[in-house]
T-cell receptor
Framework: AQSVTQLDSQVPVFEEAPVELRCNYSSSVSVYLFWYVQYPNQGLQLLLKYLSGSTLVKGINGFEAEFNKSQTSFHLRKPSVHISDTAEYFCAVTRAGGTSYGKLTFGQGTILTVHP | DAGVIQSPRHEVTEMGQEVTLRCKPISGHDYLFWYRQTMMRGLELLIYFNNNVPIDDSGMPEDRFSAKMPNASFSTLKIQPSEPRDSAVYFC????????????FGQGTRLTVV
């Protein structure tokens, strides 16, 4: 089984500042990793995913994440945030390959609040 | 594409009543997932289907919950009888057979049991 820990439940930041949302995972098998964003009263939207290859993954809205296998981490970063980035962010993991792919295990979420 | 469509968006019901949540996955997607989101437990997988067949229902909390997928374009999640602790946002998601494609989520149904 896999598990995900998001180390910060809330992250306040000022507009145009950089931000990092931390995610650690645990798994005995190879995994795929995802970051989803949830705006108020909305469903989850994929920001980016890591399947294989380059450990630095770029996503939508200027976000990127780095997969670190030795530290079992997949932290999300953005060099300069905007007010519109205010949302809840979820890190998720699934077993790589096979029919269980897509059976996502989510972290508890990190609420990012961008202040003017 | 209209995406994953869930109905209703909001549901308020009295304890003991039957509740049915509906989901229309994206056309051509082979997998369908039902998730529940609560403050206490976060996002948890309830059940998922592959080609209309339930594959893993280990997340279904108890016998009061049941899910069906009578065809490739429709799924239901039923709670009978409902209890206040079932209050949550229920999400449906679907994905195609392609191993490298992520799941797409619907807007969710906010259920309140009073």
């Amino acid at each position: 089984a896999q598990s995900v820990t998001q180390l910060d439940s809330q992250v306040p930041v000022f507009e145009e500042a950089p931000v990092e949302l931390r995610c650690n995972y645990s798994s005995s098998v190879s995994v795929y990793l995802f970051w989803y964003v949830q705006y108020p009263n909305q469903g989850l939207q994929l920001l980016l995913k890591y399947l294989s290859g380059s450990t630095l993954v770029k996503g939508i809205n200027g976000f990127e994440a780095e997969f670190n296998k030795s530290q079992t981490s997949f932290h999300l970063r953005k060099p300069s945030v905007h007010i519109s980035d205010t949302a809840e962010y979820f890190c998720a993991v699934t077993r790589a390959g096979g029919t269980s792919y897509g059976k996502l295990t989510f972290g508890q979420g990190t609420i990012l609040t961008v202040h003017p | 594409d209209a995406g994953v469509i869930q109905s209703p968006r909001h549901e308020v019901t009295e304890m003991g009543q039957e509740v049915t949540l509906r989901c229309k996955p994206i056309s051509g997607h082979d997998y369908l997932f039902w998730y529940r989101q609560t403050m206490m437990r976060g996002l948890e997988l309830l059940i998922y289907f592959n080609n209309n067949v339930p594959i893993d229902d280990s997340g279904m909390p108890e016998d009061r919950f049941s899910a069906k997928m009578p065809n490739a374009s429709f799924s239901t999640l039923k709670i009978q009888p409902s209890e206040p602790r079932d209050s949550a946002v229920y999400f449906c998601a679907s994905r195609p057979r392609d191993t490298y494609t992520e799941a797409f989520f619907g807007q969710g149904t906010r259920l309140t049991v009073v």
